[in-house]
């Protein structure tokens, strides 16, 4: 069984960075970050398999997001730059059993509670 804990979510003026950690315990391999917004659907923002090779973004995201793991420490991060009122969400981690890169809800297993992140204007 994997447990997913984020954090580091907050207010941040628009223009602002955060980075978003994710603790994991138990062995973990595709992992992914998916953010939420009011009366939305929950969508795809990036993942990055067990090697750290090749990671996948959402089209829109691109260029703003990073997301990156450090597997000694179970960790996965999210560093997000030029952050938008439009960015603002419950961003959640995830845990695939997949060893590619996979970019649905359906292909997750594990989930963590969220963390908000909040972008004024």
């Known amino acids: 069984q994997v447990q997913l804990v984020e954090s580091g979510g907050g207010l941040v003026q628009a223009g602002g960075s955060l980075r978003l950690s994710c603790a994991a315990s138990?062995?973990?391999?595709?992992m992914g970050w998916f953010r939420q917004a009011p009366g939305k659907e929950r969508e795809f923002v990036a993942t990055?398999?067990?090697?750290?090779?090749?990671?996948v973004y959402a089209d829109s995201l691109k260029g703003r997001f990073t997301i990156s793991r450090d597997n000694a420490k179970k960790s996965l991060y999210l560093q997000m730059n030029s952050l938008k009122p439009e960015d603002t969400a419950v961003y959640y981690c995830?845990?695939?059993?997949?060893?590619?890169?996979?970019?649905?809800?359906?292909?997750?297993?594990?989930w963590g509670q969220g963390t908000q992140v909040t972008v004024s204007s």
């Open positions: 990055i398999p067990w090697t750290g090779g090749r990671t």
């Open positions: 995830a845990a695939s059993n997949s060893l590619v890169a996979v970019t649905t809800t359906l292909g997750y297993n594990y």
């Open positions: 138990g062995r973990t391999f595709t």
